[in-house]
């Protein structure tokens, strides 16, 4: 079984463009199992806590990974320096940051991303 680490903005990304969290599923052939860093969840909060769109955002996303079940892995660090820790040939990390995904394809470890405001991709 693979594991898909969702990443903050990845998330409120997902959010926003409206793209079904379901995609995930059709991607991969193998079961897969969603998790989020403890890291992440305190960054989501923090921006819920603030007024705005983002924090709508924030908090529907907050909202989705209850409703989903998302597997939660506690961590200390910072959720950009943890996913280099933690990320394997078996961990895809689910990240819209260019420079994060340059440095895990560095590590050989793949990353899915949204492009075009709708298609998930992997690389």
């Given at each position: 079984?693979?594991?898909?680490?969702?990443?903050?903005?990845?998330?409120i990304d997902?959010?926003?463009?409206?793209?079904?969290?379901?995609k995930f599923l059709?991607?991969?052939?193998?079961?897969?199992?969603l998790?989020?860093?403890?890291?992440?969840?305190?960054?989501?909060?923090?921006?819920?806590?603030?007024?705005?769109k983002?924090?709508?955002?924030?908090?529907?996303?907050l909202?989705?990974?209850?409703?989903?079940k998302?597997n939660?892995?506690?961590?200390?660090e910072?959720?950009?320096?943890?996913?280099?820790?933690?990320?394997?040939?078996?961990t895809i990390?689910?990240?819209?940051?260019?420079?994060?995904?340059?440095?895990l394809?560095?590590l050989?470890?793949k990353t899915i991303?949204l492009?075009g405001?709708k298609?998930?991709?992997?690389?």
């Amino acid at each position: 079984m693979g594991r898909i680490l969702l990443d903050t903005n990845f998330l409120i990304d997902l959010i926003k463009f409206k793209v079904e969290f379901e995609k995930f599923l059709e991607i991969f052939e193998e079961p897969i199992e969603l998790s989020i860093l403890s890291s992440s969840i305190k960054e989501l909060e923090k921006i819920a806590s603030g007024k705005g769109k983002s924090s709508n955002l924030a908090k529907l996303a907050l909202e989705t990974i209850k409703l989903k079940k998302v597997n939660v892995l506690e961590n200390e660090e910072e959720p950009d320096k943890a996913f280099l820790s933690i990320a394997d040939k078996n961990t895809i990390i689910a990240t819209n940051d260019s420079k994060l995904r340059k440095k895990l394809r560095k590590l050989g470890i793949k990353t899915i991303y949204l492009r075009g405001k709708k298609r998930l991709e992997v690389g």
